[in-house]
């Protein structure tokens, strides 16, 4: 009996560990090969959305803030995250009980992520760069599905040869120029015997004062240089076209600026059937915000009569059916609404444990095209069973426009 009661007990604890220790990359909503920039905007967007002071008096969202900055904390520190995908939790517990990396405020943790504490690299005062801005044109298919992309552009970095001194010994001396003023003072004579003092940087030491004893051979002492840089950018399904994506930091660096941000403007490409290798009739839609437009073409037959069915394949190949039955009229410029065919609504969580995508719609507007050549006996048969009906059925028009018979008399002056 106590055995028993003993094995209920192990086995609830069990259950608890498991509940409690939930898996990192769930937690993150990752992948399990994600990469460190995934992985470091997933921790962003969701300490965020859970931090305390968003969700006051919200128990749960302090939970999940605090296991997200776990999660975060073990897959961000490349040995933990081996023991973690190898080990478990109970790998990582036992690691950082034998002295491993210290634990973990996961406020301190959020701070030090935001720069919350005030501390910015580099010295203070430094002005910031400049933001490097592209533009970037994606297809509507990429929109609708999301896409993993990357894109070189040529990015001034901070010479790693010189450590950005410029000197190939680190060893830097005054400026003889200016004699390590960092500017030099031109004296112009504007009228004889008169004379006006200009400051100007001084262009020997580009104003710094100093200048590198030997140049650094790799940046020839200009202390940076410009090299193809790869972006990966991940393209978030339903994006909007014309949104801005923000590198943090990532614009071109220098010894004297804080970097800027190197912001991605993305476009919407033309469509083209060339860009089309898997044959999608959905590059041809528009698109509107959350929803997506297309144009159908019936025949006259079909519009009238019905029994047509269309098969048309959407951005991520899947078929959306069109059709009517037999007897089933279409009128010309009729707008159909597909509800939940359009483009999926971005959201910041994306596809993932906690989120699920929901769709805007799909307009389809009918068009209808008349035949302009019918040959004579056609045109025979047509035309007498139009008079047959026409007499039997025909509406009139006049009558059901509700205008008034005449029109109105007017005076003449
Ligand atoms: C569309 O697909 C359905 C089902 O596969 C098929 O029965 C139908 O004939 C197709 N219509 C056209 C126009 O291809
Ligand atoms: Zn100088
Ligand atoms: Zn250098």
Redesign the pocket.
């Known amino acids: 009996m106590l055995a028993h009661g003993a094995l209920a007990f192990l086995l609830l604890a069990l259950v608890q560990l498991a509940y409690c220790a939930q898996d990192y990359y769930k937690v993150l909503g990752v992948d399990r090969n994600v990469g460190d920039r995934e992985l470091k905007s997933a921790y962003r967007k969701l300490s965020k959305k859970f931090h305390p002071d968003k969700n006051p008096n919200d128990d749960t969202a302090h939970e999940k803030f605090v296991e997200v900055s776990n999660a975060y904390e073990v897959l961000s520190d490349e040995n933990l995250r081996t023991i973690y995908d190898r080990y478990g939790h109970d790998g990582v517990e036992s690691h950082r009980q034998g002295g491993g990396p210290r634990q973990h405020n996961p406020f301190d943790l959020f701070s030090d992520f935001f720069g919350g504490g005030g501390q910015r690299r580099g010295p203070p005062g430094k002005p910031r760069g400049r933001d490097a801005e592209f533009k970037l044109e994606i297809t509507l298919a990429d929109f609708y599905n999301g896409v993993d992309t990357q894109f070189e552009w040529n990015k001034q970095h901070i010479c790693d040869h010189c450590d950005g001194t410029g000197s190939a010994d680190r060893k830097v001396e005054k400026?003889?120029?200016?004699?390590?003023?960092?500017v030099?003072i031109i004296k112009k004579q504007f009228a004889p015997g008169m004379f006006q003092q200009m400051q100007r940087p001084?262009?020997?030491?580009?104003?710094?004062?100093?200048?590198p004893k030997n140049k650094c051979p790799h940046c020839h002492g200009s202390r940076v240089v410009r090299k193809q840089t790869p972006v990966d950018l991940k393209i978030e399904r339903g994006i909007a076209n014309g949104e801005a994506v923000v590198f943090e930091e990532e614009a071109d660096e220098s010894p004297d600026w804080h970097t800027g941000n190197l912001v991605v403007h993305l476009a919407e490409k033309r469509p083209s059937m060339e860009d089309n290798p898997h044959r999608l009739d959905g590059v041809f839609f528009r698109r509107k915000g959350d929803d997506l437009y297309w144009t159908e073409v019936l025949s006259l037959r079909e519009a009238w009569m019905g029994d047509w069915t269309r098969n048309i394949t959407h951005l991520d190949a899947h078929v959306v059916r069109l059709g009517r039955p037999k007897g089933k009229v279409v009128q010309p410029g009729q707008v159909e609404t597909v509800v939940g065919e359009g483009m999926p609504k971005w959201h910041e969580d994306g596809d993932s444990v906690y989120h699920k995508h929901e769709f805007g719609n799909l307009y389809v507007t009918y068009e209808v095209v008349l035949p302009d050549q019918m040959d004579k006996k056609m045109q025979g048969e047509f035309w007498d069973l139009w008079e047959k009906w026409r007499a039997k059925k025909g509406i009139d028009l006049h009558k059901d426009s509700g205008r008034p018979d005449q029109p109105p008399v007017r005076d003449e002056l």
């Open positions: 400026c003889s120029t200016c004699n390590g003023q960092g030099v001084c262009d020997v030491c580009d104003g710094r004062g100093e200048k």
